[in-house]
């Protein structure tokens, strides 16, 4: 294969629009580009998107490519899709949602389903599954887009996600390496704001590689590197995907990965002030990446493509690596499109075909997540608490969906206060416009009254507590309140007007149910809701599944999925204190009483091995014996939450701890 179509094959570019243009013709025809990705800016209909893959396959095939192009696309479901079509593209629940039915086998049926819709469209490699395991489940942007916090989990289900990709006859990537599920966003690392890693490879191993792990035994076809910073102990890495500690090392020779690896897209703006596109596509192919993403204008996509011809000329990268990369390439090619599959799609009247049994697996789906955490005074289904006669209160966020147009792959739709446009105060007429039906259908279906408004980071208002006087009931939703904690107040706050406000004629206080369609630990551990449902994803279909819940028709089937411990995991609240030198004359009083506390604690035979202890007991005052004891204290009250003795003995050069006590009331805090 000719020098300049090897060079093209490392890339897949993306670009704004929804028709070909001019320079997107031109990188195919005389860069001889090998993949492209297409995102929600340059996808409006099933239709338009079989007429774009098509012309783009025709360019490539008049322009003397050997093989078709790779088409990628980011098609998760739930929030993350490239391509909406309700008139033929299936949505389907998240992936937390799917696995929260429990069942591998319908997370098979649903991965096929959506691979088959997606190649009848022309698209033969899907940024898909995610395989990321949510180690600290609260603060995570991927939120429902990763199957859960338990390793095993998330293995079991990524690894039915590419068996139906792989059985529908799409190539699979599988994202985001080392692993999106435990980031730290502190504005530190190699480039200011760029998500970091700071867990340590050995920590990763143990957990958050055991899906990547799987899923490469699997047989995945490509496997996506991130772009986050990795500074755990060893390491120093400005982006994972340009580091050869990661992606030769630990994915190629550690994890034993045979197929293509691609590089998060270049476009992160900390690379780019930080060493150039050019020096960062350099940096990917030296790492071990077989094809860069760059998604921008098609000047810093010629910027790329003249950094890598230059690197190959100087020698600063053998022409060997470039010759290796392609037979991969090439190799998953072979196995996902043929020049008679990509100029001939199934197109729209298989589309059809297949529109009645691909809904009524969503419809199951979804009904078979809806999760209830909790009902502890068996609210549900509504005619429990409220008659058809009485109102009903509805309390949806006001919400901006920043939906996956134009954002590249592991990109996340984020929900977030709204912010566009000029303030306008919640109206009871038409209420917020996304939960508009999920009000109208619920009105209809228990043909009563349903008062709808929506709530703002202006926290609860003069409307609200009118409308709080009028209802029965309430349903407030929340959408990722973790990261929306104007949500969190606003529903803890509804939450204490509700159990202080008994209704005058019930003589009781006003039922609340919380429902979460997103993030289910936005309050899988607060007890002040007692009844709370999660839907993991506000889909259509997923809020008339709602609706048949609150209403009887049908009973909860979702378990949260992940570790048994899931809601003891998300209960750990992250608190700091700073340590301090222990200071005898101003600690050991408030020492001696923490010791006091924790003798008191103890069974009745373990208490004889502290009970004569003092804070003196630990002072060796040995002239070969270094001490240095520390405190975690109170600095208003003097009270000692935890202390910890550290020796060192000088003679044989070793370092102990000798005793480390935390308060009863502190601990695993």
């Avoid at 020098?3 to 860069?31: W, Y």
């Avoid at 949510?134 to 991927?142: C, E, G, I, K, T």
């Avoid at 599959?341 to 789906?365: I, M, S």
């Avoid at 208002?461 to 009028?470: G, T």
Wanted: proline residues 4%; charged residues 15%; neutral net charge.
């Amino acid at each position: 294969m000719a020098a300049d179509t090897a060079v093209g094959h490392q890339f897949m570019f993306g670009r704004d629009g929804t028709q070909v243009t001019p320079s997107i013709r031109k990188l195919i025809e005389e860069q001889h580009i090998g993949s492209i990705l297409l995102t929600a800016k340059n996808l409006t209909s099933a239709d338009q998107t079989i007429r774009l893959v098509h012309e783009l396959q025709t360019i490539a095939y008049e322009a003397g490519h050997p093989v078709p192009l790779s088409i990628a696309l980011d098609q998760e479901n739930g929030g993350v899709n490239s391509l909406c079509d309700s008139g033929c593209i299936t949505q389907f629940p998240s992936a937390m949602g799917v696995a929260a039915t429990g069942s591998p086998e319908v997370a098979f049926q649903v991965a096929k389903a959506t691979a088959l819709e997606i190649s009848a469209a022309g698209i033969n490699l899907i940024l898909e599954p995610v395989l990321d395991v949510l180690a600290n489940a609260r603060s995570q942007p991927l939120g429902v887009r990763s199957t859960g916090d338990d390793p095993q989990v998330v293995s079991q289900f990524g690894l039915s996600y590419v068996k139906g990709y792989k059985e529908a006859g799409i190539a699979t990537c599988g994202k985001h390496f080392p692993s999106y599920g435990n980031l730290e966003f502190m504005g530190a690392g190699a480039g200011s704001g760029t998500p970091v890693i700071t867990e340590t490879l050995e920590q990763l191993s143990l957990s958050a590689l055991v899906p990547f792990r799987s899923a490469i035994a699997s047989g995945l076809d490509a496997m996506m590197v991130g772009g986050c910073s990795l500074v755990g102990s060893g390491t120093n890495v400005m982006h994972a995907c340009l580091s050869g500690q990661v992606v030769d090392e630990l994915l190629r020779k550690d994890l034993n990965f045979q197929g293509v690896v691609i590089s998060a897209c270049l476009r992160m703006e900390a690379l780019i002030q930080n060493i150039g596109v050019g020096s960062g596509t350099v940096m990917a192919i030296r790492a071990g990446c077989n094809i860069v993403v760059l998604c921008r204008t098609s000047a810093v996509q010629h910027e790329a493509i003249a950094g890598l011809k230059l690197a190959i000329k100087e020698g600063i990268i053998p022409k060997d690596r470039i010759r290796t990369s392609l037979k991969r390439i090439l190799k998953i090619k072979s196995k996902c499109t043929s020049w008679e599959q990509a100029l001939n799609p199934l197109g729209l009247d298989y589309l059809a075909e297949v529109k009645r049994p691909h809904t009524e697996l969503a419809k199951a789906t979804y009904q078979n997540s809806i999760s209830l955490l909790r009902d502890e005074k068996h609210f549900l289904p509504l005619s429990n608490i409220i008659q058809n006669s009485e109102s009903l209160l509805l309390l949806t966020p006001l919400l901006t969906t920043t939906s996956p147009k134009g954002n590249t792959p592991g990109s996340t739709a984020v929900c977030s206060p709204s912010q566009d446009g000029p303030h306008h105060s919640p109206s009871l007429i038409s209420g917020e416009e996304l939960f508009s039906t999920l009000g109208t259908t619920l009105a209809r279906r228990r043909n009563g009254k349903v008062l709808h408004t929506s709530y703002t980071a202006n926290g609860v208002e003069l409307l609200h507590e009118n409308l709080l006087n009028r209802a029965s009931a309430v349903i407030v939703i929340t959408a990722d309140a973790n990261r929306n904690h104007y949500q969190i107040g606003f529903t803890r706050h509804i939450a204490m007007v509700c159990n202080s406000r008994p209704i005058s004629n019930l003589k009781r206080k006003t039922p609340l149910i919380v429902v979460s369609v997103s993030s289910p630990y936005d309050f899988a551990i607060d007890q002040s809701v007692g009844t709370y449902i999660c839907t993991y994803d506000f889909t259509g279909i997923a809020m008339n599944a709602l609706v048949s819940v609150l209403c009887g028709d049908e009973i909860t089937r979702g378990v949260l999925p992940g570790a048994p411990n899931k809601l003891q995991k998300a209960a750990k609240v992250r608190q700091y204190w700073p340590v301090e030198d222990f200071d005898r004359t101003r600690d050991e009083f408030a020492l001696g009483l923490l010791i006091k506390a924790i003798v008191e604690g103890m069974p009745q035979h373990r208490r004889s091995q502290l009970q004569e202890t003092t804070p003196a007991s630990f002072l060796l005052q040995n002239s070969g014996i270094e001490e240095s004891h520390l405190a975690v204290r109170n600095s208003t009250t003097q009270e000692i939450y935890g202390f910890c003795l550290t020796y060192f003995f000088k003679e044989s050069a070793t370092a102990v701890i000798g005793a480390l006590f935390v308060h009863g009331m502190r601990r695993n805090l």
